[in-house]
């Protein structure tokens, strides 16, 4: 059993590298909101007084949020996000859960991906800390294979 749980390789320490069609926006040190969940629509039979029909109807998927110390790569997102104002174009994104060493954990692919909110750091000499952003990006869905 000490073989099989040696053989395991969990993301105890990892980083989210994010990729919009091929540009790499670089590493996030958080990724929230990776999920989907099946819409249920409730229908009542006729004469049937105790039984309630839960049918699935859609898929809804949630934002996604990445959060990383402020850096270089952030004039990326910004192109990405400036570009918006001449018009949608469909991208695709890739992120990918790494470790400290470079492995990477996970994969997901998302379809239709468009950014919805950037969020820069609070700029004040007061509270030294470290400057964060965060991009928020909504999808259409998980490609599959």
């Known amino acids: 059993m000490t073989?099989?749980?040696?053989?395991?390789?969990?993301?105890?320490?990892?980083?989210f590298v994010v990729k919009i069609d091929d540009v790499n926006l670089g590493a996030f040190s958080s990724c929230d909101g990776l999920g989907c969940e099946v819409v249920l629509e409730s229908r009542e039979e006729g004469g049937n007084n105790?039984?309630?029909w839960q049918l699935p109807s859609r898929l809804k998927y949630s934002n996604i949020k990445?959060?990383?110390?402020?850096?270089?790569?952030t004039s990326?997102?910004?192109?990405?996000?400036?570009?918006?104002?001449?018009?949608y174009e469909r991208k695709t994104a890739v992120i990918q859960a790494m470790t400290a060493d470079g492995t990477v954990v996970a994969e997901w692919s998302l379809i239709d991906v468009v950014p919805v909110r950037w969020t820069g750091p609070t700029l004040s000499s007061d509270q030294p800390k470290v400057l964060t952003e965060t991009l928020?990006?909504?999808?259409?869905?998980?490609?599959?294979?």
């Open 3 to 15: 073989q099989v749980l040696q053989d395991v390789d969990t993301a105890v320490s990892v980083c």
């Open 136 to 145: 928020e990006i909504a999808h259409h869905g998980f490609m599959e294979g």
């Open 66 to 73: 990445l959060t990383r110390a402020l850096g270089a790569e």
């Open 50 to 52: 105790v039984h309630l």
């Open 76 to 87: 990326k997102i910004a192109a990405w996000v400036s570009s918006m104002a001449a018009g």
